[in-house]
C-alpha cells in the first residue's frame, strides 16, 4: 500500500459501522413504527413497514472487503454490474479507460478509493437524472468528479453518478487528502452508477455483463434432481455504431465476438473491436 505524503492529512473513515450512518436515519423509524402499527392497526400496516425498513436497512449495509494482495490492482469503487468498458475524453481533453458500474436498489451502495493517493480535485456537474443504466448518463446526469493522484503521480478518476431515483450524492473527503487504497469515502442513495477512468495504459480485468457470468457460474443447477451441473457463459457483446452501422451487421459481429471467446477456451467475454476480457 503506498504511503501518504507527509504533507498530505490523512482521510478518517466514517463509514465504519455494519452499516451506514444513513440506516438510522430511514431504517430505524420504520421499523419503530412497524412495531408500534403491530399491535394498534394490525399486520395490514405493520408488515409492510417492517418489510421497507427491513430494506432500507440493507441497502445501507457496509460489509468489510478484503483488499487483492497486488499493490498495483485497482479496487472496483463500488459493487454492481459493469456496463461499460472503453476509451472515454475527459473534460480536460485527456483520454483514458472508463469502467462504468450500475448500482441497483439490492446492491451496496457504499463507494471506496479504487487506488492509494490525494484527492487533486472535486467538482460536481450534471443536471439530469437519467436512470443510471443510460449511456447518456455518464456525462449529463448530477454527479461529482474526484480526481486522485497516486504517489507515481498517475491519475485516476472516480465518479459518483446520480440515477433515475438517486438524487443525493455523499462524498466526505476535500481537496489535499489523501485516501488509502479501499477506503470508503462516501455513498449514493437508492441506485447510481460509479464509474472509474484509468490512464489508457491500464488493462481492465473486467468486462460488460461481469457480473451475469459470475453468478451463473457459481449456481448448481438441478440440485433437487441430486445432481449439481455448472455451466459457463462465453459471451460476445457489440455496439453500434462501434462494431457495426447496421442491426444486422451489428448481430454478426456480436457473434464472431462469441466464437472468439469459445477459440480461446469459453467461459468470457469479449467485446468486438476490443478484447478486454477472457
Known amino acids: 500500500m503506498s504511503a501518504a505524503p507527509q504533507s498530505a492529512p490523512v482521510f478518517e473513515e466514517r463509514l465504519t459501522g455494519r452499516f451506514a450512518p444513513d440506516a438510522r436515519a430511514t431504517a430505524l423509524p420504520l421499523l419503530a413504527a412497524g412495531v408500534l402499527a403491530a399491535p394498534l392497526a394490525g399486520a395490514w400496516l405493520a408488515v409492510p413497514l417492517l418489510l421497507l425498513g427491513a ?9 468489510e472487503r ?15 454490474k459493469v456496463i461499460e468498458v472503453g476509451e ?17 436498489v439490492f446492491d451496496v451502495h457504499v463507494n471506496r ?30 454527479q461529482l468528479a474526484m480526481d486522485l493522484e497516486t504517489a507515481r503521480g498517475d491519475r485516476v478518476r472516480v465518479v459518483q453518478i446520480t440515477g433515475l431515483i438517486a438524487r443525493r450524492i455523499v462524498c466526505h473527503v476535500r481537496e489535499g487528502e489523501w485516501l488509502a487504497r479501499g477506503a470508503r469515502y462516501g455513498l449514493i442513495r437508492f441506485g447510481s452508477r460509479t464509474d472509474v477512468v484509468l490512464p489508457l495504459a491500464a488493462e481492465a480485468r473486467v468486462a460488460v455483463g461481469e457480473r451475469v ?15 449439481r451441473i455448472r455451466l459457463t457463459a462465453s459471451v460476445g457483446v457489440a455496439t453500434l455504431p462501434d ?12 457473434d464472431k465476438a462469441m466464437y472468439r471467446v469459445k ?4 467461459n468470457g467475454i469479449f467485446v468486438a473491436g476490443n478484447p478486454i476480457a477472457d
Open 113 to 142: 478509493a479504487p487506488v492509494a493517493g490525494r484527492v487533486v480535485a472535486l467538482a460536481r456537474s450534471g443536471s439530469e437524472f437519467l436512470a443510471a443504466f443510460n449511456p447518456a448518463a455518464a456525462n449529463r446526469n448530477v
Open 88 to 104: 472515454c475524453e475527459l473534460p480536460d481533453g485527456r483520454k483514458g479507460l472508463r469502467i462504468g458500474i450500475f448500482l441497483s
Open 263 to 266: 477459440e480461446r477456451g469459453k
Open 55 to 63: 430494506f432500507a436497512a440493507a441497502f445501507f449495509r457496509n460489509p
Open 243 to 254: 462494431a457495426a452501422d447496421t442491426v444486422e451487421a451489428l448481430i454478426q459481429a456480436a
Open 213 to 227: 457470468r459470475e453468478r451463473l457460474a457459481l449456481h448448481e443447477f438441478l440440485q433437487a434432481d441430486g445432481l
Open 66 to 80: 478484503a483488499l487483492p494482495a497486488d499493490p498495483d490492482a485497482v479496487v472496483a469503487p463500488a459493487d454492481g
